[in-house]
């Protein structure tokens, strides 16, 4: 079951997204206090960020952060998919999967495009995003922190 992320999802948020962020699926590590800032944000306002909760039975088995923007190059909205976390002891059983189900039916009639970021050593993530239909952008991302 996928729903939306609530004030009582906090602390398990906190604890799943810190597994995440030093995992080899990302690059970089996140400060703590990143987790607070989206937290409020998704459960608040979600002008920005949406947060969800996957669910096995009566259990939190993950999450997902979804980012909104204008995309230019598609003339519409984008839908990123920031994060997506499944517990390691739950992986292979669809959960991911069943997410993008999820998120292409709840977006279908209002976005122009779906769009992540995958480390390329995560190559199990790879393969399901290829299976999805996701295809891959040949652009080298830079960045600056301000």
Not at 19 to 38: E, L
Not at 46 to 58: D, V
Request: hydrophobic content about 40%; aromatic content about 16%.
């Amino acid at each position: 079951m996928i729903r939306e992320m609530t004030e009582n999802d906090k602390t398990m948020y906190f604890e799943m997204a810190d597994k995440f962020y030093h995992s080899p699926a990302v690059s970089h590590s996140v400060p703590k206090m990143c987790f607070q800032a989206n937290f409020t944000e998704m459960i608040g306002a979600k002008n920005y960020l949406e947060g969800y909760i996957i669910e096995e039975g009566n259990e939190v088995v993950g999450f997902a952060v979804v980012a909104k923007t204008f995309a230019s190059e598609v003339g519409g909205l984008c839908v990123w998919v920031e994060d997506i976390y499944v517990k390691p002891e739950f992986r292979g059983q669809g959960l991911g999967r069943e997410f993008f189900n999820f998120l292409q039916k709840k977006y279908l009639w209002t976005a122009k495009r779906l769009r992540l970021e995958v480390s390329s050593e995560n190559s199990r993530a790879i393969t399901l995003y290829k299976r999805l239909g996701f295809s891959e952008i040949p652009y080298k991302q830079l960045f600056k922190d301000l």
